[in-house]
């Protein structure tokens, strides 16, 4: 039986950890595709639509990750690189959705099953703040319409921080706005190149939530794929 540690701050990891990214994001793609009448402009399908969408928000992300695209070409641009995929050429389309994108979504609440349960468990114990690599006023929102910003006391995020997960400057720059040490800190998220190993680097323990069961435990301190299983060492 694992021995509970003394803990005393709990960074949770936001987007696919607490919040239900890809559910959310289904649910904004078919708003969109109404929205703008994306049959009547040849796109066949939402799930088609998604799906380039991913292949290039993936490449684009990772671009921006590396600092090497601003966040405001990032939102227009995946829309248009997936439009021309359907040989629809329009800019100011793909900036329109790309808006519309990233102010719809973060009111389309869907939480990880126990989120609530878990993190009114863990509040009078623990000090809990997020870190997430998210834009800021987006992941801020999100927090809100989920009425999960009551149970956090500090929202660090890599816009504010500079450098985003797994990059050890985030961490030092929550350590130092939270103050807490990686010695009595624990971090919980769902990636393991971004968390558990940004986390691992700079000492603090970590536990890899894995809701599909699509990862190995891969050293993580704890591995859990509900999050009602923090209770058991929390
Ligand atoms: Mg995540």
């Known amino acids: 039986m694992l021995m509970k540690k003394p803990y005393k701050h709990l960074f949770f990891d936001l987007d696919r950890t607490l919040w239900d990214f890809d559910t959310s994001s289904i649910e904004a793609f078919h708003k969109i595709y ?13 799930e088609l639509f998604i799906k380039k969408y991913t292949y290039h928000n ?17 939102r227009g641009l995946r829309f248009a690189h997936t439009l021309e995929e ?6 100011e389309l793909a900036q329109q959705i790309g808006d519309y994108y990233v102010e719809v979504s973060p009111l389309l609440v869907h939480l990880f099953p126990n989120a609530h349960e878990v993190l009114a468990y863990l509040y009078p114990h ?4 997020i ?6 006023e987006v992941q801020f929102t999100k927090l809100k319409s989920a009425k999960l910003d009551k149970y956090f006391n500090e929202i660090i995020t890599s816009e504010e921080a500079g450098v985003k997960k797994p990059d050890p400057l985030i961490f030092s720059f929550a350590f130092n706005r939270t103050k807490a040490r990686a010695g009595n800190s624990l971090m919980i998220g769902d990636d393991i190149g971004v968390d558990i190993v940004g986390a691992r680097q700079i000492g603090m323990d970590q536990v890899l939530f894995d809701p599909d069961k699509k990862s190995s435990t891969d050293g993580a301190t704890f591995y859990i794929n509900d999050l009602i299983e923090l209770k058991k060492f929390l």
């Not at 993936?58 to 990032?74: C, F, H, S, T, V």
């Not at 623990?126 to 703040?129: A, E, K, N, P, R």
């Open 126 to 129: 623990y000090h809990l703040h």
């Open 131 to 136: 870190i997430t690599n998210g834009f800021s």
């Open 58 to 74: 993936d490449i684009l992300w990772n671009q921006y990750r590396e600092g090497k695209l601003a966040k405001e070409i990032l």
């Open 86 to 91: 359907f040989g629809i050429n329009n800019k």
């Open 34 to 46: 109404n929205k703008f009448d994306l049959k009547s402009k040849g796109v066949d399908s939402v």
